[in-house]
């Protein structure tokens, strides 16, 4: 790579930049000048971070301290803002029209936000590329309502794991996550008292179920049912419950 690369200089130029971000022409008849040749291997790490940022990372973790913070600076200051921008653009391209899934792109905080929407409820997860991508940690977080309605301490870790260790993009880990979401409240009965998958105010499923006639109900809707009625019996098929 370029000396001005590798010192640390955090004064990116435009030339300096278009190493890393531009394609080299190759043409094999003309003898190769070392300025090719840094264009190249520039270019080739880059597209290596891209298509191969696990294997990236494992090497990192094999290298000299030294060299791992060198490289990572080099990565922070040329190449992640890059390949944060076409990451996060791709994202809202590819997701922008899936059903019941509305995505935001926060490019300045490298922030991509995803809402599932079933019914009237939505739950929310976030995506946040660090400033070093894809050499640092990408951090998942769920929002309040779906840590209530399906466990996400489950989801994040998966997405996490597959953004991590599988060379996974965001796009295809957020469509991942509403497959799952989609599979998960296919197979959800409605509660039988107020019509609904999600309790208005909890956003509970409905979870007790009746002995007699295995009709569910969210807790908080039977319980109301049982102080109104003043009976402790099912609404549905009037047994104890």
């Known amino acids: 790579m370029p000396v001005e ?6 004064n990116k ?17 003309e003898s190769w000048t070392d300025t090719k040749l840094d264009h190249i291997i520039c270019w080739l790490y880059t597209n290596c971070l891209r298509r191969l940022p696990v294997l990236v990372r494992q090497w ?10 060198t490289v990572d600076k080099i990565t922070s200051h040329y190449v992640s803002p890059k390949l944060c921008e076409d990451e996060l653009l791709y994202s809202k391209l590819q997701l922008d029209n899936v059903e019941n899934l509305q995505v935001k792109v926060h490019s300045t905080a490298r922030k991509v936000i995803a809402m599932y929407q079933m019914e009237e409820t ?16 990408v951090k998942v977080e769920c929002g309040q309502q779906i840590e209530d309605a399906t466990k996400p301490k489950n989801d994040h870790m998966e997405l996490s794991k597959f953004l991590t ?6 796009w295809d880990s957020l469509l991942m ?4 979401l989609d599979k998960k ?13 999600f309790h208005i105010s909890t956003y509970h ?21 049982f102080n109104t009625s003043q009976k402790s019996t099912c609404p549905i098929c009037r047994n104890v419950f």
């Open 177 to 180: 996550w509403k497959r799952e």
């Open 165 to 170: 260790h599988q060379n996974g993009s965001v």
């Open 5 to 10: 690369v590798l010192q640390d200089n955090k």
């Open 185 to 197: 409240f296919a197979a959800v009965e409605e509660c039988y008292i107020c019509f609904s998958i």
């Open 122 to 137: 939505k739950l929310e997860i976030s995506i946040t590329l660090p400033p070093n991508y894809p050499l640092g940690r």
């Open 13 to 29: 130029t435009a030339k300096l930049l278009e190493l890393f971000t531009t394609v080299p022409v190759f043409r094999f008849k």
């Open 205 to 225: 499923l409905p979870t007790l179920s009746c002995h007699t006639c295995r009709k569910k109900f969210h807790t908080r809707c039977l319980y109301k049912w």
């Open 60 to 69: 990192l973790s094999t290298v000299d301290s030294r060299v791992g913070a």
